[in-house]
């Protein structure tokens, strides 16, 4: 009799809160349990009972589908020994189309691409007629960016799968990746018309794209910056090498701004602020990081600055000019996140034509469950710069930058508007009561935005709070 699963995990951490693997097991039989538990607790730290349960469910001849999704939830923990194993049971089996998809995708996750290419081909020749094996080899070299070659390949897919209508949509994704806007609207545009649950599910996205290609039609001869500003940890080096590479891709040059850390700051510093207001070193670190910016926008008087942290992703080519964005009147600070712009939610037909937004026009269509707004995208004017430099001199640091900056940006008016009780108002009106009713500040937003955030690597400065005693 073949021993249980459970049996080869050993005995749970003594401080671990509810259920052992035996009583998951025993209640559940799922592998996908199994899978969530190895990935939220301790016994991640014991890889050879992970290999233990995955090489035995693979030898008692188990379910295809659940042998692949233990396989697929600890991939990272396996050698190449034991998924050359699982692949050879894959083969042996017989196994359905859905299997070979799943086999790439652990390689993919395990980092080789020409190998998950070779396992979606090996499905390929066994079911040629099959659209998601086509579409798992089309789209794998997009995950390492190489949108071009994966745009080719979906978008060939058409001659042999004249009927289907969902590569469309991952055309127009990889067309919109690549900035070229006028395709994107095109593919997406046939994928919306030829099918009612395409329009109903993907009717906003072409919105959406349909705005940025007419903002990319936008074009103002005057440059105001040649180069934007990144500010990045020196500790960030992943995060920075990503930023930086979408940033050239998207056709402008960068210049990096060290942002202060927390390390550094005087203890008392940081400790008369956190009793006294109750910052934290990571908020204190961000704002000063900000600061030495708009210092820098005033001793070299530049009439404009772009700044971006080192979690900015382009969804578009970024400008080299306020007019290239349509901005026609003076301002102090803009917004050029989507987390200040509207809501994917809340996109309808009326804006498929690109806009500049105030403060009020923007706040009611974000969620009101939104608990930051993010300084991953900002243009800052002279006189704005001069003006945010004379309100920290006043105030001091009250919080995170973003909240400050809004709370300057906003009247009594724009917070009775968010619904009462909402964690949006919520944390705005805290940082109300701390500065004037009026508006100090006149900030603007855009759609479609320029900038979103990537969160596939972890900031240094999440570590800092704890590291600073």
């Given at each position: 009799m073949a021993t249980s699963p459970a049996n080869l995990l050993g005995?749970?951490?003594?401080?671990?809160?509810?259920?052992?693997?035996?009583?998951?097991?025993?209640?559940?039989?799922?592998?996908k349990v199994f899978v969530n538990a190895v990935r939220s607790r301790d016994w991640r730290r014991k890889p050879d009972s992970i290999l233990a349960f995955t090489r035995q469910l693979m030898n008692a001849g188990g379910p295809i589908d659940r042998l692949l999704e233990c396989v697929f939830g600890v991939a990272s923990d396996l050698g190449d020994g034991m998924l050359e194993e699982a692949f050879r049971i894959v083969v042996a089996r017989n196994a359905?189309?859905?299997?070979?998809?799943?086999?790439?995708?652990v390689e993919l996750r395990a980092g080789g691409l020409q190998a998950a290419e070779a396992r979606f081909k090996q499905g390929i020749l066994r079911f040629p007629d099959d659209f998601w094996l086509h579409m798992a080899f089309a789209t794998a070299?997009?995950?390492?960016?190489?949108?071009?070659?994966?745009?080719?390949r979906v978008a060939a897919l058409t001659g042999g799968f004249p009927d289907r209508h969902e590569h469309l949509i991952r055309a127009a994704e990889y067309a919109a990746r690549l900035y070229n806007w006028h395709i994107a609207v095109g593919l997406l545009t046939k994928a919306v018309n030829a099918d009612e649950r395409m329009a109903r599910l993907f009717g906003s996205r072409l919105t959406y794209y349909q705005a940025c290609k007419a903002a990319q039609e936008t074009r103002s001869e005057k440059a105001d910056w040649d180069s934007c500003f990144i500010i990045s940890l020196d500790t960030d080096t992943d995060r920075f090498a990503s930023t930086k590479a979408r940033v050239e891709r998207a056709g402008l040059g960068m210049t990096k701004v060290r942002a202060v850390p927390a390390v550094t700051l005087p203890h008392l510093l940081t400790d008369h602020a956190s009793r006294n207001r109750g910052l934290k070193p990571s908020m204190i670190g961000c704002a000063a990081s900000h600061l030495a910016i708009l210092e820098t926008v005033v001793a070299k008087k530049l009439p404009f600055a772009l700044v971006l942290e080192d979690d900015a992703v382009p969804l578009r080519e970024l400008p080299r000019s306020v007019g290239s964005l349509g901005i026609r009147e003076d301002f102090d600070v803009c917004w050029i996140n989507d987390r200040m712009s509207v809501h994917w939610d809340r996109v309808g037909a009326e804006h498929a034509a690109p806009a500049v937004l105030t403060v009020s026009q923007v706040?009611?269509?974000?969620?009101?469950?939104?608990?930051?707004?993010?300084?991953?995208?900002?243009?800052?004017?002279?006189?704005?710069?001069r003006r945010i430099l004379d309100l920290y001199a006043r105030d001091g640091i009250l919080g995170h930058i973003d909240w400050q900056l809004l709370a300057y940006s906003t009247r009594a008016a724009d917070l009775a508007a968010l619904k009462q009780g909402s964690t949006l108002h919520a944390i705005l009106s805290r940082y109300k009561k701390a500065v004037p009713d009026d508006a100090e500040l006149k900030a603007l937003a855009i759609w479609p935005p320029l900038i979103t955030e990537d969160r596939t690597f972890d900031s240094s400065r999440h570590r800092e709070d704890s590291s600073v005693q």
């Open positions: 005995d749970p951490p003594a401080d671990s809160a509810h259920d052992t693997f035996d009583e998951i097991l025993a209640q559940r039989h799922d592998v359905s189309p859905a299997a070979w998809r799943s086999c790439g995708a070299p997009a995950s390492v960016g190489d949108y071009e070659t994966a745009f080719c706040l009611p269509q974000r969620p009101d469950s939104q608990r930051g707004i993010g300084t991953d995208g900002l243009i800052y004017s002279l006189a704005g710069a």
